[in-house]
């Protein structure tokens, strides 16, 4: 993943790395990561709730830009939130070679775009294949400790097998 040339964020993959003060996971991952607007306000909202948005604000390697295309915009928002129809559109309008998600609807709207997605748990996947971490079991954990991330235990089992900390 680390040699994607634009890689668009949604809210949710930030959240869950800022409030572990994991960023630098995503930073060692994409040398640059872009978020719309509304993905901007939505980190510096929620973001606050797990006192993530400052870690978030702070980090350089997350750069704003705006959407262009308001009416693909305004045909995404009618299934997702603002955030999520934002961060598509982007991707869409800047051909990203990924867009990181973790919402269903999100990824769902994505892949009927053909968009290459990822997400916090692909992200870590990626990050422990190459070296980054040893381990995605006690991040996950405090992924759902601090941000609150759902995963139903089915997916945090196969998560685990996958990556060979099932046991």
């Known amino acids: 993943m680390e040699c994607a040339t ?15 003060q994991r960023l630098d996971i995503l930073e060692q991952l994409f040398a640059t990561i872009y978020i719309p607007a509304a993905v ?6 929620k973001g606050a709730a797990y006192n993530s948005a400052d870690e978030i604000r702070n ?8 959407i262009r295309n ?17 961060a ?28 290459t997605m990822s997400g916090s748990i692909g992200c870590l ?4 294949q190459q070296g980054l971490i040893t381990e995605i079991k006690p991040i996950l954990n405090m992924m759902q400790d601090k941000a609150r991330y759902w995963l139903s235990k089915s997916l945090y089992q196969h998560v685990l097998l996958k990556c060979d900390e099932l046991g």
Not at 40 to 45: A, P
Not at 89 to 115: M, S, W
């Open 6 to 20: 634009m890689i668009v964020s949604n809210s949710t993959p930030l959240i869950n790395f800022a409030a572990i």
């Open 40 to 45: 901007k306000q939505e980190v510096l909202v």
């Open 59 to 66: 980090a350089a390697f997350i750069r704003t830009m705006s």
């Open 70 to 86: 308001v009416a693909l915009f305004n045909s995404l928002r009618m299934d997702l939130d603002d955030g999520e129809a934002e």
């Open 88 to 115: 598509i559109t982007l991707a869409l309008e800047q051909d990203a070679e990924l867009v990181l998600l973790d919402e269903a609807a999100g990824r769902k709207t994505a892949k009927f775009h053909n968009l």
């Open 125 to 128: 996947a990626t990050a422990k």
